[in-house]
Nanobody, 118 residues
């Protein structure tokens, strides 16, 4: 099992920045990649960014150029730096982790609220 604990959410004005953190523990050797997803009220959860064990990254089109995902392997922590935030970025953000051969994330954090005011 893998445990994921997010932190860093909050309230920010449009154009501002926030950094989310996700600390992983447990059987982290089994993890192939980690990422962030978000879910706004009344909407489906969407994948925002992922990072593989070798550092390769991918982003949803809506956040590309504004968000940056990174990881600190020594701390077993993944970060999401969010710049130029927009009101439409308001959502609960979830950290997730996927094992090799899994098609979808296997583990999820509890979520952290990000609210962007206009």
């Amino acid at each position: 099992q893998v445990q994921l604990v997010e932190s860093g959410g909050g309230l920010v004005r449009a154009g501002g920045s926030l950094r989310l953190s996700c600390a992983a523990s447990g059987s982290i050797f089994s993890i192939n990649d980690m990422g962030w997803s978000r879910q706004a009220p009344g909407k489906q959860r969407e994948l925002v960014a992922t990072i593989t064990n070798d550092g390769s990254t991918s982003y949803a089109g809506s956040v590309k150029g504004r968000f940056t995902i990174s990881r600190d392997n020594a701390k077993n922590t993944v970060y999401l730096q969010m710049n130029s935030l927009k009101p439409e970025d308001t959502a609960v953000y979830y950290c997730n982790a996927r094992r090799a051969l899994s098609l979808r994330p296997d583990y999820w954090g509890q979520g952290t609220q990000v609210t962007v005011s206009s």
